[in-house]
T-cell receptor, first 113, second 122 residues
Framework: DQQVKQNSPSLSVQEGRISILNCDYT??????FLWYKKYPAEGPTFLIS?????DKNEDGRFTVFLNKSAKHLSLHIVPSQPGDSAVYFC????????????FGTGTRLKVLA | GAVVSQHPSRVICKSGTSVKIECRSL??????MFWYRQFPKQSLMLMAT?????????EQGVEKDKFLINHASLTLSTLTVTSAHPEDSSFYIC??????????????????FGPGTRLLVL
């Protein structure tokens, strides 16, 4: 049972345009969400997080939106840069208990110069 | 940001041998570390949660006698793959739970990941 889903395995965007990566979850108990960026043969790098008490969090070029009723979150990157090309994972967690993260399957973003 | 190291970065071993992977938090103390496994083009799958000074908590389907975890200090957790077989070949990644923020204020908590260890069992 995949509790966190990223339905788009890949996405191509022109440099300078907006990249929108989507993530859906099924467990309504999740209350903390994160986005990670990963290059091949490296560990994931933390990008941005959001608590369920918010619906938006912004950090530079990265903005995460959370729609709790739809159990959906998205990551917006604007403007997109070639260096943003990587695999992006969303993760969900509960802030009680073990804080373990459940990761989505990832979306490969390619930013075209 | 916080730094987590893993050693070795790559290991090739013969079937039946044991392999130890170290995970260190270099500039912060981590009471909780996590071990993940990633197969090619798939997501990170949590194997176990490692708590300093206590036994690890394993996810369903992960053999605790096969994957031994020791969280001996606040900066070190080790994963030992015992009697490794070719099907254990994978990319193993650890993470350390930490709080983050700037200017002395805590903005949230996250896991900082190590660079991963590529294990190939022949």
């Amino acid at each position: 049972d995949q509790q966190v889903k990223q339905n788009s395995p890949s996405l191509s965007v022109q440099e300078g345009r907006i990249s929108i990566l989507n993530c859906d979850y099924t467990n309504s108990m999740f209350d903390y969400f994160l986005w990670y960026k990963k290059y091949p043969a490296e560990g994931p790098t933390f990008l941005i997080s959001i608590s369920s008490i918010k619906d938006k969090n912004e950090d530079g070029r990265f903005t995460v939106f959370l729609n709790k009723s739809a159990k959906h979150l998205s990551l917006h990157i604007v403007p997109s840069q070639p260096g943003d090309s990587a695999v992006y994972f969303c993760a969900a967690s509960r802030t009680v208990g073990t804080y373990k993260y459940i990761f989505g399957t990832g979306t490969r973003l390619k930013v075209l110069a | 940001g916080a730094v987590v190291s893993q050693h070795p970065s790559r290991v090739i071993c013969k079937s039946g041998t044991s392999v130890k992977i170290e995970c260190r938090s270099l500039d912060f103390q981590a009471t909780t570390m996590f071990w993940y496994r990633q197969f090619p083009k798939q997501s990170l799958m949590l194997m176990a949660t490692s708590n300093e000074g206590s036994k690890a908590t394993y996810e369903q389907g992960v053999e605790k006698d096969k994957f031994l975890i020791n969280h001996a200090s606040l900066t070190l957790s080790t994963l030992t793959v015992t009697s490794a077989h070719p099907e254990d070949s994978s990319f193993y990644i650890c993470s350390a739970r930490a709080r983050y923020g700037t200017g002395g204020s805590v903005q949230g908590e996250t896991q900082y990941f190590g660079p991963g260890t590529r294990l190939l069992v022949l």
